[in-house]
């Protein structure tokens, strides 16, 4: 579920520049190890 909705807040932010932390949030890797993203101990963000 936060998958989606961090998906969905990356899409809203216009003009994203290369050196962007959100740049680094790839779909095919876990959320947990995106910039700006921290998880708790059961993955939960």
Same mark, same amino acid.
């Given at each position: 579920?936060?998958?989606?909705?961090?998906?969905?807040?990356? !899409? $809203?932010?216009? $003009?994203?520049? +290369?050196?962007?932390?959100?740049?680094?949030? %790839?779909?095919? !890797?876990? +959320?947990?190890?995106?910039?700006?993203?921290?998880?708790?101990?059961?993955? %939960?963000?």
């Amino acid at each position: 579920m936060d998958y989606e909705a961090l998906m969905s807040f990356k !899409s $809203q932010i216009s $003009q994203e520049s +290369p050196s962007s932390p959100l740049s680094y949030w %790839n779909p095919s !890797s876990s +959320p947990c190890t995106w910039p700006g993203v921290i998880c708790n101990n059961f993955g %939960n963000r």
